[in-house]
Antibody, heavy 121, light 107 residues
Framework: QVQLMQSGAEVKKPGASVKVSCKASGYTFTGYYMHWLRQAPGQGLEWMGWINPDSDVTKSAQRFQGRVTMTRDTSISTAYMELTRLRSDDTAMYYC??????????????WGQGTLVTVSS | DIQMTQSPSSLSASVGDRVTITCQASQDINTYLSWYQQKPGKAPRLLIYDASNLETGVPSRFSGSGSGTDFTFTISSLQPEDIATYYCQQYENLPFTFGPGTKVDVK
């Protein structure tokens, strides 16, 4: 079965960077897009971007461009999301989610357990 | 960006009731719409994709319909385990965007 295991909670100071990992198992890692999303406390879901683990092509929401970097290591079936220049309003649960299809990304079928990132001075 | 709206923002219904949530997109998204269920403290779960297709393993009491800008999500007979927040999401255009959610309670 598809499993996505994310790294543990992080506490960062404003201006710092955070890198969250997402280790995939139970399927061919390079076969499906991987998305990153976040959810601020008590708020809704916000899509940040996706990476095609096969081609290493990425697309991110414009509001995160310049601050977010999505990478992958196919040798260990792991995707990464790094967010720089952290602000207090970046405090959120961050999720990785595997796409349902191996083409035309958009349906988020399998989710990691979430990584809580807290930004506080 | 495509804006997604949902109504109602919350509802309370009895076990066995039919529950309907609507989702509207700010522009035509064809049928590129999914519905997710999120229980407190948990990651979201995909229920419906392509507006009306039931994800594998999801109970048949959940259904979706619509195309273009107007969509409907229905729970045919509400169960206690359906207490959750439900989100619609469009994937016609980047960035993918979500509705604000509908919180469903059982009376």
């Amino acid at each position: 079965q598809v499993q996505l295991m994310q790294s543990g909670a992080e506490v960062k100071k404003p201006g710092a960077s955070v890198k969250v990992s997402c280790k995939a198992s139970g399927y061919t890692f390079t076969g499906y897009y991987m998305h990153w999303l976040r959810q601020a406390p008590g708020q809704g879901l916000e899509w940040m971007g996706w990476i095609n683990p096969d081609s290493d092509v990425t697309k991110s929401a414009q509001r995160f461009q310049g601050r977010v970097t999505m990478t992958r290591d196919t040798s260990i079936s792991t995707a990464y999301m790094e967010l720089t220049r952290l602000r207090s309003d970046d405090t959120a649960m961050y999720y990785c989610a595997r796409d349902r299809r191996d083409y035309a990304p958009g349906t988020l079928a399998s989710w990691g357990q979430g990584t809580l990132v807290t930004v506080s001075s | 960006d495509i804006q997604m709206t949902q109504s109602p923002s919350s509802l309370s219904a009895s076990v066995g009731d039919r529950v309907t949530i609507t989702c509207q997109a700010s522009q035509d998204i064809n049928t590129y719409l999914s519905w997710y269920q999120q229980k407190p403290g948990k990651a979201p779960r995909l229920l419906i994709y392509d507006a009306s297709n039931l994800e594998t393993g999801v109970p048949s009491r959940f259904s979706g319909s619509g195309s273009g800008t107007d969509f409907t999500f229905t729970i045919s007979s509400l169960q206690p385990e359906d207490i959750a927040t439900y989100y619609c999401q469009q994937y016609e255009n980047l960035p993918f965007t979500f509705g604000p959610g509908t919180k469903v309670d059982v009376k």
